[in-house]
């Protein structure tokens, strides 16, 4: 099935292809439209918060809902707009970088979307059911089990069944990263993109368990009666800060590698250089994983560990900031004596290296034990979290998805409209976030639904919610660039920006088997060397033959709207045990049809050698 | 080719790990229970943090017994070596025999079970000793129900291949799926021994 073919095909069966789909570049462009949908959402919650805050004493939201709206902004950029447009990158480069034909569990890949999706429909639901959760995206204990109404309850479920498909999309990761790399592709071979997915994806294997067990034991407690978080029945409330940070932090990475990553891809094709310093770029990343699960308590040096347990995370906080720097330098290293092209992604590039470097020294401020007693909880915060999460992680996403969009939809977005895009967001994120850092230091808590007259946060506060407006701009001018694209655009050849890696050694967009015959690799950059040393094209490492592919399923969305049924089940048993059966229903379907899954023989089925030599040679499109 | 996956003849050695899926499988797997791993570790660390919190309620010294638990932690050791002995007849291609073992795997994790829950009435009926009744409770119930539903669940799964495959022998395609459902019981008698430590012993002892 090329392209054409199903742009033939009636709108029914392009729908069901989706539904079904297996194959990972399908499941990136599922990412991106719930991811980008999700990304939505969260930016006009964000603008309602602004909106709130642009004068003292405004009225604009009430309270209660002003609370709702900022945990929801929260949870949802975190973990229904970054982690999956992120998925969506890694899903549509990373097997083509690694020379794959596809990753090592369709079926499980497909699963960990349905799970994301469902689960960000159930956590929305709340907003149509009496009230969305209000106790903040960090959800801390007693205030999360004593909330009123169900908000929380949707919380704890809607992550709950969000985060298995996140671990699942990570387990894949790891095995199709080890098992099916292309002849000649080592390790060290690895794009740094896919270095840092791998890395990434360890990060999610390690750290989801944890939130996991939290919100199950939030749960309990809230659902069924359980004592872990009050304390008049002898719980424990820090026990929830633990298990959130040491989910939470690891997490901060497992959104800020990928966007290295993307960084390091777009860096070297835009100076026509490879990466500077390759191999210390892949031990950065390691060890700043690592690093990354000794530090969560520095989210809590407020709570009362002591000096001793402060002393040592501040310390082990402050060492990441070591290979950070690293990298800024290695990308600045490979950027010096290039040739650079000022493309959009190098814009975003470019726009990321000092933008995150200031949160970066913002980060190394707050690890501070000592001082920051004094920022905890303010303004500063915030800043310091934009600065990393937008200057970082968001500028990596627009800056992938711009790269790899012709790899996604066979067209080059529009140049012209990203230029003004990125300047309209670049310059409208500074706008907001920079002058948060003085807010803080003056002494403005965050989460406050409104802020007095006359203490001096007027104007910043004024300037700081114009800048929101410029980002919605941009955004809004990307949307319709996507449009214009669509309908105006040429499209792409396999190669547009003169690229090093693999996934520029096959058409726009790749034929779904992705490579005919596996090529071979033979360094780093592989079709840049055979650019500079070759042909130009990459040398197959084998000869043609049959194709094994995975069947299309539908199984997957429905195990996963059985897991939503379920959970909407469990959240009302306690005002009616009716729902009880809703439950019972829901995990009817979702063990039933892993069941049918584990039943059934799926053998997959072959492209036949004579099919494959009929199309075209599916090279350099 | 599809043929190849299905045949029972001609077996490699190790027929769980012949082809590129049942090594990923096996990969896969291994990184799912390190997963696991972090989970249990989490309600262990929360346990240790709530375990004297019992108010009024029984402390652990006084609930538990070490005798039943001693035939629960006996009961599945064994069964988990009697898992091996099926991989064993997996390995050589008896698949009567595998499933023999299998069978008696799964009655042992039955009897664990039934115990499991007898023990859990006990705790309740006669020393009131429930979910809701404390932090000390809650947390014991949920790292050890935690721990419960995974054997179930495991015994779901080795009851669903057995039905599956009892009349077709062993090839290449279930035999990785065998493989990693006695992975996965290895791994919850892993995480038996470490409850019937810290939860029983130290329970009795401290
Ligand atoms: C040199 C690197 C970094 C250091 C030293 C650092 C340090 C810190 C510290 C100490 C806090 C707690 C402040 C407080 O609550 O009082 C914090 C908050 C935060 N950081 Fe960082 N950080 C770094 C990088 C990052 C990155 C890369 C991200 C994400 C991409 C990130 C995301 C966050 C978030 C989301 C919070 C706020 C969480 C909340 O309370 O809601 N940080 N950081
Ligand atoms: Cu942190």
Redesign the pocket.
């Known amino acids: 099935m090329s392209a054409t073919a199903t742009k033939k095909a009636g709108f029914g069966s392009v729908l069901w292809d989706y539904l079904t789909t297996v194959d990972h570049k399908k499941i990136a462009i599922l990412y991106l439209i719930g991811g980008f949908f999700f990304f939505i959402l969260g930016g006009l919650e964000a603008m309602l918060v602004r909106i709130q805050l642009i004068q003292p004493d405004n009225n604009f939201v009430s309270a209660q809902f002003y609370n709702e709206l900022i945990t929801m902004h ?1 949870t949802t950029m975190i973990f229904l707009a970054a982690m999956p447009l992120l998925l969506a990158l890694m899903n549509i480069a990373m097997p083509l970088q690694i020379g794959a034909r596809d990753v090592a569990f369709p079926f499980v890949n497909a699963l960990g979307f349905w799970l994301f999706l469902i689960g960000g429909i159930v956590l929305n639901i709340s907003w149509f059911t009496g009230g969305a959760p209000d106790a ?3 959800a801390y204990t007693p205030l999360s089990i004593f909330s009123e109404g169900h908000g929380l309850d949707y919380y704890s479920i809607g992550l709950q069944i969000a985060g298995f498909g996140t671990l699942m999309g990570g387990i894949n990761f790891l095995v199709t990263v080890i098992t099916m790399r292309a002849p000649g592709m080592t390790m060290m071979r690895m794009p740094l993109f896919s270095w840092t997915t791998f890395i990434a994806s360890v990060l999610i294997l390690f750290a989801f368990p944890a939130l996991t067990v939290g919100l199950f034991l939030l749960t309990f407690d809230r659902l069924f009666g359980a004592n872990f978080f009050d304390p008049s029945m002898g719980g424990n409330v820090v026990i929830w800060e633990h298990l959130f940070w040491i989910f ?1 932090h690891p997490e ?2 497992i ?2 590698l990928p966007a290295f990553g993307v960084f390091s891809e777009v860096i070297p094709t835009f100076s026509k250089k490879r990466l500077f310093g390759y191999s210390s770029m892949v031990f950065a990343t390691v060890l700043i994983a690592f690093l990354g699960f000794m530090v969560w308590a ?2 809590m ?2 709570v009362g560990l002591g000096p001793i347990a402060n002393s040592i995370f501040a310390i082990a ?2 060492a ?2 070591v290979p ?1 720097g690293i990298k800024i330098f290695n990308w600045l290293f490979t950027m010096w004596g290039g040739t650079l092209r000022f493309t959009s992604p190098m814009l975003f590039a470019l726009g990321f290296i000092p933008s995150f470097t200031i ?2 020294m913002t ?2 401020m ?2 501070a034990a000592a001082a ?1 007693f004094q ?3 303010t303004y500063f ?1 915030i800043a ?2 934009h600065y ?2 937008v200057g ?2 968001v500028f990596g996403i627009f800056a992938g998805l711009i790269y790899w969009w012709p790899k996604m939809f066979g067209k080059v977005l529009n140049e012209k409209m990203n230029h003004w895009f990125f300047w309209l967001f670049f310059i409208g994120f500074h706008l907001t976030f920079f002058l948060q850092h003085f807010l803080g230091l003056m002494g403005m808590p965050r989460r406050y639904w409104v802020f007095l007259e006359g203490q001096g946060l007027d104007l910043f506060n004024f300037i700081s919610t114009i800048g929101a407006f410029f980002m919605a701009a941009g955004t809004i001018l990307f949307m319709y660039n996507i449009v214009w694209t669509a309908m105006k655009e040429p499209k792409a050849s396999g190669d547009p920006w003169d690229g090093r890696t693999l996934e520029w050694a096959v058409s726009s967009p790749p034929p779904h088997y992705n490579f005919k015959q596996l090529p071979l690799v033979r360094g780093l950059d592989p079709l840049w060397i055979e650019k500079t040393e070759g042909n130009g094209k990459m040398q197959p490492a084998e000869p043609l033959g049959d194709i094994h592919m995975p069947n299309n399923t539908i199984i997957p969305l429905i195990m996963s709207i059985g897991l939503g049924i379920a959970g909407m089940g469990i959240i009302y048993q306690v005002d009616n045990p009716m729902w009880w059966i809703v439950a019972v229903i829901g995990f009817i379907i979702f063990f039933g049809s892993m069941a049918v899954r584990s039943l059934k023989d799926d053998l997959g089925h072959h492209i036949h050698k004579e099919d494959l030599e009929k199309e075209g040679d599916g090279s350099n499109g | 080719m599809a043929d190849e996956l299905l045949k029972s003849t001609n077996l490699p050695h190790d027929p769980e790990r012949a082809t590129l899926e049942g090594k990923n499988k096996f990969l896969g797997f291994w990184f799912f229970l390190g997963g696991e791993t972090v989970l249990f570790a989490s309600l262990f660390g929360t346990y240790l943090a709530l375990k004297n919190s019992h108010l009024d309620g029984v402390p652990a010294s006084e609930l538990f017994g070490l005798g039943l638990v001693f035939i629960m932690t006996m009961i599945l050791l064994t069964s988990s070596l009697t898992s091996v002995y099926a991989m064993y007849h997996m390995k050589n291609n008896a698949p009567k025999k595998m499933m023999l073992w299998l069978g008696i795997t799964v009655l042992l994790g039955l009897s664990f079970l039934g115990l499991e829950i007898y023990e859990f009435n006990h705790y309740v009926n006669d020393y009131g000793h429930g979910f809701t009744t404390s932090a000390f409770s809650s947390a014991f119930y949920a790292l050890v129900g935690f721990h419960g539903a995974h054997v179930a669940f495991g015994l779901g799964w080795f009851i669903l291949l057995m039905v599956r495959n009892w009349k077709r022998g062993i090839n290449l395609y279930n035999a990785p799926k065998f493989y990693i459902a006695s992975l996965y019981w290895h791994f919850i008698d892993v995480v038996w021994v470490f409850i019937f430590t810290v939860v029983y012993l130290m329970g009795v002892v401290g």
């Open positions: 929260g903040g995206w960090t939470g901060v990475y959104l800020i520095h989210h040096f407020t906080t402050m990441i900031a950070t949160g970066g980060g190394v707050l690890g920051d920022y905890h909880d915060v310091h979290f990393v999460i970082g992680t």
